[in-house]
């Protein structure tokens, strides 16, 4: 057989969104007659056919699994079993902390073509070519896969846009060897609020970033956040460093900031999760000293100078 | 018990670098290169369960590279590592994360540690692939992006959190040994002392080969990789609007957007 597989990532019952962005980059990528099956992994899969029945969609691979959450042990036996089955020319997972738990374990033991973080999938002269960023980001790398009869790849989510319409799949179940995992998930726990801020409804968000320098600095930025009155947020390496709560972190794996339409980035230099966890807002202004900070990248307004000068001089202005 | 910390030195940019003549790499001349990030934290997280434990607990840094990267090991040792090992033979060079996972898994057959900390990615290149990898060859259970690790030396199991996307954590208890890749922020990590950093230079750092280890050279390289480079290059800068001018000028065209987005006059 061949084809693309792609692997639907749920949580908590709930089909993740990246899941229909895979499709949509399977889409782009599928030859003339080639099968696009997307597989999804859960005690109940059969709740995910409908959100799973989208154009370019030709089949879906129900796979029952004892956890109901995501389990390394559990999916590197599954998916591998369904690899095997299915023989696929490429599978595609997002780039996420579940496949973080097994993509790298599963393609390093059966000897699978393997990258992650792609944010471009091609063929080129019949050949499979992903790219993903290097360096920080600062280059683009083009990676082949020359000998490998599968390839797994972990692509970045808001690169490739789920599918318009619905489609009636072929569903079939797809029975895995039982497999004693060594992990066991317990409960979920919600980042709790150190302080009452809830970044998820700011429309308007101010963040900082390392380019603060030192946490003495926090201050006159949360005075700058309410004089133009926005919500204070700040970077992973701050929230790391104990500077703010946890709970003002934007980005992947900080709280999404869902509402936010203005963003107003000082000295945050863009970390590819914080790039991610941001791409969706309307205006994004970046400040930064260094002309080759990523957060340029995705910004629609860029300044480059001194984030403190910056600062004060606005703060004239309201 | 037994803690091995697989460390990464990692490699940032030059502000004018250039891609080398194969059109497959940056130019070494232009790469600052320093410990990882995420390692500094599993490092730290290692040393921080052997300071609590009641038993003795060694914790051992390994790094694959070159005689450069002696540097990050002695940072290691300087840190709390009890010793340092570093694999190199040039059939190294050109590895994927998949080909240093192999080594990684051939130190842990020779070291045999109850644990394996890697960080959860590199700054550089970000696979976050290397530590689960080496899971995936070793067969032992694994999990990644490790928050607020519980374990103490000699229990059967260790009790962690999962950070999730969002800021949602998954609690999970998990078979030792285990391969577990840590989270930047997991505990703060200590600086080295002048003293520890004097102690560290005297310390020696075990070199390994691949013969040491029992691994062929098309183990390595880019034969034993699951990718290979075809092209790197810089890509089409950034789409920003840059706002130009004196600071005063920038603050306010920026006041200005702030206003329109409050629906403000300016």
């Known amino acids: 057989m061949s084809g693309i597989l792609v692997i639907a990532e749920q949580r908590r019952g709930e089909l993740r969104p990246v899941s229909l962005e895979l499709v949509g980059a399977a889409q782009s990528l599928r030859r003339d007659g080639e099968q696009v099956a997307v597989a999804v992994f859960a005690q109940d899969p059969a709740r995910f056919v409908p959100d799973l029945s989208v154009a370019g969609v030709d089949a879906i691979v129900t796979v029952k699994v004892p956890q109901p959450e995501f389990d390394p042990d559990t999916f590197v036996a599954a998916v591998g079993a369904l690899i095997e089955a299915r023989h696929p020319d490429v599978v ?46 600062k280059v683009s790398v083009e990676l082949d896969f020359p000998g490998r009869s599968t390839v797994l790849l972990a692509l970045r989510g808001n690169m490739y846009k789920p599918p318009d319409g619905a489609a009636t799949p072929e569903v079939t179940a797809f029975e895995t060897p039982a497999t004693a995992s060594r992990a066991t998930g317990k409960e979920f726990v919600e980042l709790s609020a150190a302080d009452d801020v809830d ?34 947020g700040c970077s992973r390496p701050i929230a790391d460093a104990g500077w703010l709560p946890k709970s003002r972190q934007v980005g992947q794996s900080g709280k999404t900031a869902s509402a936010c339409k203005l963003y107003i980035a000082m000295g945050v230099s863009g970390a590819i999760q914080h790039l991610a966890g941001m791409k969706h807002v309307n205006t994004i202004v970046a400040v930064n000293s260094d002309a080759e900070a990523s957060i340029f990248t995705v910004a629609t307004y860029g300044i480059v100078g001194d984030v403190f000068e910056i600062a004060e001089e606005l703060r004239r202005h309201f | 018990m037994k803690i091995l910390v697989a460390v990464k030195q990692v490699a940032a940019l030059d502000e004018d670098f250039e891609i080398s003549s194969d059109g497959r790499d940056v130019d070494p001349d232009f790469l600052i290169r320093d410990l990882n990030e995420w390692d500094d934290f599993s490092l730290e997280e290692a040393v921080k369960i ?36 570093r694999i190199w033979d040039d059939a190294v060079r050109g590895s994927d994360p998949i080909a240093i996972a192999r080594i990684l898994a051939a130190v842990v057959k020779r070291e045999k540690p109850d644990l394996l900390f890697a960080g959860v990615q590199s700054s550089d290149q970000a696979f976050a692939s290397t530590g689960i990898a080496t899971a995936g060859l070793l067969g032992w259970p694994h ?91 810089i890509p089409e800068k950034g789409r920003a609007q840059l706002i130009e001018g004196s600071p005063a000028e920038q603050a306010l065209k920026l006041a200005a957007i702030i206003r329109e987005f409050k629906g403000e006059a300016a």
């Open chain 1, 199 to 232: 970044m998820t409804a700011a429309e308007f968000i101010l963040t900082v970033g390392r380019g603060i320098g030192e946490e003495a600095k926090i201050p006159q930025f949360r005075e700058l956040a309410d004089a133009v009155g926005a919500t204070l």
């Open chain 2, 143 to 233: 999990a990644a992006v490790v928050a607020n690790l519980r374990y103490t030396p000699g229990a059967k199991t260790a009790v962690f959190r999962r950070e999730l996307e969002g800021g949602l954590l998954h609690e999970v208890e998990i078979d030792v040994p285990a391969v577990l890749t840590i989270q930047a922020g997991i505990n703060t990590p200590r600086y080295a002392s002048l003293r520890s950093i004097k102690q560290a230079a005297a310390k020696p750092i075990e070199v390994l080969g691949l013969a040491d280890l029992q691994l062929g050279s098309d183990a390595v390289g880019e034969a034993g990789s699951l990718s290979h480079v075809r092209r790197m290059y």
């Open chain 1, 92 to 137: 595609l997972v997002a780039h996420s902390v579940d496949s973080f738990g097994y993509a790298a374990a599963l393609a390093a033991a059966r000897g699978y073509g393997f990258a992650t973080d792609v944010f471009k999938v091609e063929r080129i002269d019949g050949e499979l070519v992903a790219t993903r960023g290097g360096y920080g980001q």
């Open chain 2, 50 to 85: 052997k300071e609590a434990s009641g038993e003795p607990v060694e914790v051992v840094a390994a790094s694959v590279g070159p005689e450069e990267v002696d540097e990050s090991l002695r940072k290691c040792l300087a840190k709390g590592a009890d010793r340092a090992l």
